[in-house]
């Protein structure tokens, strides 16, 4: 037996472990099994290897699932001595390439090589411990579609790697130091309590890897394995019950994802280790019902973090396995079906960035900074996102970024915008296919195109102008049931003006960005409620009631500030300082240039109750000069669907 484990020995293609951490292409090597464990990722099994050639050792061999009944029967036990008949290399930023074996030949398989029994040629390989065994193939070279799920999820270096020395020499084919068939410790950092056999130092137990999915209160002792796919800013608050201070993030797997929320103590042992793009191991938290109020994930749970709770960095290969950061992207046009308050990821261009505006926030009565940007896609529409705090002042959009917002809530506000959240995950040309693709889209001939402004429930219908809103005589309006529903009907109308309320259509307006409440005068002050302060001066704003009429009836509506100054071509201001002039002429001339004047009208409705009785209430969304030529195509296209 000593004469077949030493011809095993000498069979191994020393060098080449070198040459493979080197990116060499080296034929069908021979190397020794030292070690293996399972890779935790929540999916389908994977196994890593640690093997020599007997000069080196290579801990970043990964097992194709194909091959996962060698592990599973017993087939690879440590001593094996194998030949890699065919393999991939995925480069990583570490020092060393991952190996992904597709086929191999068992040679001859032992025991675990004895480091205190090395023989002199450093292969470690006990003599009485081997015996040799006929070559069995043991994988189809023609399996390419076994070999996808491989390639699926590609490595990204997250921590340092656990094998010894520089270049991975491990003093000879021993057994290497901290490397424990099955079970190795990890390299990556780790912090958290529990008991005096898992302290802190020495890592989280990795045999209870389990998917995110299979989470439930019932069952406390687990360990989950993911990507930080969000994370939020530390945050603060203070009421009757005291004060203090927490962050949150998003833990995905390829089975799901889980919010995991830190309080107090926990935010100072735990802010910094959590890193957005890391993978990471987590044991002993605390489940709970999620308040889907705040929480966005697809999970009926959530976790929240306590002294007994251990979280782990994992290194680069363990990471591997783990998928990196999905979205789901809505496309522009499409946000209409979505209802409002619900979580979408959006892909988009940027293209306006409006200045940073400060506002109050309602309860907490603090100055918050936000900034609008508009974002457009390939589907021709635009939509309204908001930024706040940080993010919104250090936002540059002079370049015209394409941007990636992993859950952005949805608003009905406008017809259908966006607001970045604190769970929100906002990547500023990220490098991602869908983002490639609207950046060549965008300079090849997005810029040049005239967007619409969004839609609403009716859905496309085209109507002159490019409105995007289907399009409505006003007298289908007021047919039974028309605004009837929970959510607001959207429109569009060719219409003209016929009649204004000139004397109610401006107010004084706190000057505040963004508040817009209607001012008391009081001592030579305005007094605004809603702010809670008075001011020197008020700022005019337009409430302009109007009534509308096309060929088939006519509906008065609300046009608000930038509606009203499209339909009167000044702005509110203007017409104040013309009212406070007492200059009546001029007032009369702007509205009289107004009336009977065509216009593409985009607009939402709702059935509203006003002293005890339902009236329908029609906002302006959008006015468009009208597009005569699409006008006329409509109108024979209509003539056409009423031939008999």
């Excluded at 015996?131 to 491989?150: E, G, H, I, S």
């Excluded at 491990?170 to 780790?190: A, C, E």
């Excluded at 619900?342 to 409006?354: A, I, N, P, R, S």
């Excluded at 009203?564 to 406070?580: F, I």
């Amino acid at each position: 037996q000593s004469s077949v484990m030493t011809s095993l020995d000498n069979m191994l293609s020393r060098g080449s472990v070198r040459a493979l951490n080197n990116g060499e292409d080296y034929q069908n090597p021979v190397l020794k099994v030292l070690g293996h464990r399972k890779v935790p990722g929540g999916g389908q099994d994977r196994y890593r290897l640690l093997v020599t050639d007997g000069i080196d050792q290579h801990s970043y061999v990964m097992l194709g699932t194909q091959l996962n009944y060698l592990i599973e029967g017993d087939q690879l036990p440590p001593g094996t001595v194998l030949q890699v008949t065919k393999y991939v290399l995925n480069n990583m930023k570490s020092d060393k390439p991952i190996l992904i074996v597709i086929s191999l030949d068992i040679l001859g398989s032992g025991s675990v090589p004895d480091p205190a029994n090395s023989d002199a040629n450093g292969t470690g390989a006990p003599a009485a411990q081997q015996q040799q065994q006929p070559v069995k193939p043991l994988a189809d070279n023609n399996r390419p579609a076994a070999f996808a799920a491989v390639q699926e999820t590609p490595p990204r270096p997250t921590a340092s790697s656990y094998s010894s020395g520089a270049g991975g020499r491990g003093g000879g084919g021993g057994q290497q130091p901290g490397f424990v068939p099955q079970t190795p410790p990890h390299s990556g950092r780790s912090f958290g309590g529990g008991s005096s056999d898992q302290s802190a130092g020495s890592g989280i137990d990795t045999s209870r890897v389990r998917p995110i999915s299979s989470l439930n209160p019932y069952q406390n002792k687990w360990t989950i394995c993911g990507r930080v796919t969000q994370k939020s800013q530390v945050r603060t608050w203070s009421n009757s019950r005291g004060e203090g201070k927490l962050f949150s993030f998003v833990l995905t797997d390829d089975s799901s994802e889980i919010r995991v929320t830190a309080f107090r103590d926990e935010v100072d042992k735990y802010f910094d280790l959590v890193e957005l793009g890391r993978a990471m191991y987590i044991s002993r938290g605390q489940l709970k019902a999620a308040n889907k109020q705040f929480n966005n994930t697809q999970n009926e749970y959530e976790m929240v973090l306590s002294s007994e709770s251990q979280l782990q960095q994992c290194d680069d290969a363990d990471a591997a396995a783990v998928p990196e950061m999905k979205f789901n992207f809505v496309p522009i046009a499409q946000l209409d079906t979505v209802e409002p308050n619900k979580f979408v990821d959006v892909c988009g261009v940027v293209h306006e960035t409006h200045d940073v505006q400060t506002i109050v926030g309602k309860t907490s009565n603090r100055e918050i900074a936000k900034r609008d940007l508009t974002l457009v896609d390939s589907s021709g529409c635009s939509v309204r996102c908001t930024l706040w705090g940080d993010e919104a002042v250090k936002f540059n959009g002079e370049k015209k970024p394409v941007v990636a917002v992993k859950g952005a809530k949805v608003s009905d506000f406008g017809g259908r915008s966006l607001s970045s959240t604190t769970n929100s995950c906002f990547l500023i040309n990220p490098s991602m296919p869908e983002a490639d693709r609207l950046r060549g889209w965008y300079h090849m001939e997005g810029q040049q195109m005239q967007f619409d402004t969004f839609r609403g429930d009716g859905g496309a219908g085209g109507g002159p102008g490019g409105g995007s809103a289907v399009y409505r005589n006003l007298k289908d309006c007021k047919a039974g049931g028309f605004g009837t529903g929970d959510k607001f009907e959207y429109f569009s109308c060719l219409a003209c003006i016929i009649h204004m309320k000139r004397e109610t259509c401006l107010y004084q307006a706190c000057p505040k960005p963004d508040c817009n409440k209607k001012v008391i005068e009081f001592n030579g002050e305005y007094r605004c409620e809603k702010c809670q302060s008075s001011y020197p001066n008020f700022t005019w704003r337009f409430l302009l009631q109007a009534n509308l009429a096309d060929h088939t009836d006519n509906q008065w509506v609300t046009c608000f500030q930038d509606t009203a100054e499209k339909l009167l071509g000044v702005t509110a201001q203007q017409l104040g300082q013309m009212r406070s002039d007492g200059d009546d002429k001029g007032q009369t001339g702007v509205f009289e240039k107004a009336l009977f004047q065509h216009h593409l009208f985009t607009m939402r409705a709702k059935m509203e109750n006003f002293q005890d009785e339902m009236r329908l209430r029609v906002v302006v969304q959008d006015v468009k000069q009208m597009n005569f030529a699409e006008a006329g195509r409509l109108l024979v296209s209509q003539i056409e669907a009423m031939a008999v």
